[in-house]
């Protein structure tokens, strides 16, 4: 008889107060871990709403554009002097001086010759090029009156988008009795209408003297530190012995003195400024100066308009920059104070300039039109010419290159790689390579590019060509791997079954598993594409940063792309490109969405599922 000894029984620990313990952790521990998930994605998702927020609030007034709707006639005399009807001559005719005179003829009082210089300065420099256009088709247009829209200048464009300085408008309450109709007058009321607009003024002059108060300091501190470079110079002369040595130091000793002089002069003067500026401010209840250097205050009374150059809580003076119908008396409600919070030597508009604008858009005559030569216009150092259709055709003759490379070669390779390649150390190292060469920053593939097709093979510099040959590097990793993926998610059965009908390998492969994997290639090609289109360093390298006004032709034409124009508009001071800069990434990040969807488009379409 054998003894058979059971084994023993393992028992879980549950029910002690220690096994109840380690339970209650493990739960806090996960619910820890759900807290991070979530706080992780809702920081991510936070950022990126900022992150788009910003984007959309700088790129939306780009969309559109304020046009001036004007009568011009079209003077034989300017524009075809020899009646021969000629669209060449026509074409050179001076429609912007037609333009001109019609603006001109609004502001009869603008006689002055900086004062029409400043007028003109409203219009655009191509706002005469649809006028051109429309009379070089139709030549029977002139000596006609005709209706054309205008394009305004961009410093006048972002004034009516509210993006040149903030504007408060604020009914009189009192009765305005203004002096004259033009010239210097005053505007006095009964009631204290001016005295908010004084305060705020004088708190502004506070703001200002304690504004040059700190840069005084700054200034100061920069005058020590000269001088106490001054003083270990001086230490260091004594013990010198070198003739050449005492030359330099001597030298330096007398530039950090003169630094320090001239620090301690500034910060003298600033303190002399921020001292007066701190005086108007005390002296609450007088009246005030303004100048260029403060917020600008307008009166808009029986039909004209007056800016003050003197203000006391119940009254100004100031000059006349649109002439007053009448000196009447102005009841209350139906004259306006203006402010605006900009100083006027702070913003691109002019206070004069305000004024003509004020008065084309109570006319009627200002449109804000959808901004289509955004997408049909080139690239121009004027922001409202400049447009994104060069950058546009640019994008779309790089990514055909790119396509018509990557698609046969990618997928030529993949099936090579997945099903006909022997497996062997030479085919594990050309897999481990493109799985490196997928991960390489694109810059490097810039510097290739650089190299050989343009230093080596001399190919032509900004070209889309030799971008979608760099592109095409750069993505052909990405859709042999995408390839291989889709080719390897192919039930190996559907091959068998045609091996098993007598189809070679061949006629397996393409006749059965290829059409099968093509919706994965297809997708991991969009994805692969639309890398491409926002891919910007390896452009760079090539040279593909040029200023292209018109869109290229063909594929050896100087070109540009869409993130290559976004950097180089990005760059420009303009604050009107800045909005120009927002839009085109709307635009871009418009295509990205586009081709991502369509690839979860297709993928979901022709998914198949075993």
């Known amino acids: ?64 554009q304020h046009q001036l709707e004007m009568q011009i006639k079209i003077d034989a005399a300017e524009i075809d002097p020899q009646g021969a009807r000629d669209p060449v001559v026509i074409r050179g005719g001076d429609f912007q001086l037609l333009i001109r005179n019609a603006l001109r ?46 394009l305004i200048s961009d410093d006048a464009d972002l004034y009516y988008k509210g993006l040149s300085t903030q504007i408060e408008r604020v009914f009189g309450r009192g009765t305005a009795t203004p002096s004259g109709t033009s010239g210097a007058i005053t505007i006095q009321t009964p009631t204290d209408d001016f005295a908010q607009r004084l305060a705020e003024i004088k708190q502004f002059l506070s703001v200002s003297a304690r504004a040059e108060r700190l840069e005084a300091d700054r200034f100061k501190q920069i005058a020590a530190r000269a001088n106490a470079r001054k003083k270990e110079l001086e230490s260091s002369l004594a013990g010198a012995t070198r003739t050449d040595r005492i030359a330099g130091l001597e030298d330096r000793i007398k530039a950090a003195g003169e630094e320090a002089e001239n620090f301690l002069q500034r910060a003298k003067q600033l303190e002399d ?31 004209g308009l007056v800016k003050a150059s003197e203000v006391h809580s119940n009254g100004i003076t100031g000059d006349v920059l649109l002439p007053l119908h009448s000196d009447a008396e102005a009841p209350p409600e139906s004259w306006q104070v203006v402010t605006f919070a900009t100083p006027e030597s702070n913003r691109r508009v002019t206070d004069r300039e305000v004024a003509w604008l004020e008065r084309l858009r109570e006319s009627g005559m200002m449109r804000n039109n959808f901004n289509w030569a955004f997408f049909t216009s080139g690239d121009s150092r004027e922001p409202e010419l400049a447009g994104i259709r060069g950058a546009l055709v640019g994008s779309a003759l790089t990514l055909f290159v790119t396509l018509i490379l990557c698609v046969p070669f990618g997928v030529a390779g993949a099936v090579y790689l997945e099903e006909f390649a022997p497996k062997n150390r030479l085919t594990e190292i050309i897999e481990v390579n493109i799985n490196n060469l997928a991960a390489v920053p694109s810059i490097v593939f810039g510097l290739l590019g650089l190299s050989v097709f343009l230093n080596f093979f001399g190919l032509p510099r900004s070209a889309p060509l030799v ?72 452009l760079l390298m090539i040279g593909m940063v040029a ?38 990434i709307i635009v871009l990040l418009a295509f990205l969405f586009v081709m991502n969807g369509m690839a979860i488009f297709l993928r979901r379409r022709f998914e198949r599922r075993w």
């Open 1 to 64: 008889m054998i003894d058979v000894t059971a084994p023993a029984i393992r028992t879980v620990d549950v029910a002690t107060d220690a096994a109840k313990a380690r339970i209650r952790a493990r739960y806090r521990a996960e619910t820890r871990f759900k807290f991070y998930g979530m706080a992780a994605i809702f920081v991510s998702g936070l950022f990126l709403v900022v992150v788009l927020a910003d984007i959309l609030m700088k790129g939306l007034p780009a969309f559109t």
């Open 547 to 584: 200023f292209i006004v018109e869109p290229a032709t063909s594929i050896t034409d100087a070109a540009t792309v869409l993130p290559v124009q976004i950097y180089l508009w990005s760059d420009l001071p303009e604050i009107a490109f800045q909005s120009k800069t927002a839009a085109a």
């Open 467 to 538: 971008g979608g040959l760099v592109l095409a590097l750069l993505v052909l990793p990405t859709i042999i791997i995408a390839a291989r993926a889709a080719l390897r998610a192919v039930p190996p059965s559907i091959k068998e079954a045609a091996l098993g009908v007598g189809a070679s390998h061949q006629q397996a492969i393409f006749h059965h598993v290829l059409p099968l994997a093509m919706p994965g290639i297809m997708t991991g090609t969009i994805i692969g594409m639309a890398h491409a289109l926002g891919e910007t360093a390896p």
């Open 105 to 150: 003829a609004q502001f009869p009082e603008v006689t002055d010759r900086a004062g029409r210089r400043l007028l003109d300065g409203i219009l655009s420099s191509g706002a005469s090029d649809l006028l051109r256009e429309r009379v070089v088709a139709d030549p029977a247009l002139i000596g006609q009156t005709v209706s054309v829209p205008v």
């Open 273 to 303: 400024s921020a001292a007066a500026l701190q005086a108007r401010f005390d002296d609450h209840s007088g009246s005030e100066t303004l100048t260029a250097d403060l917020p600008s205050l307008l009166v808009a009374v029986n039909g």
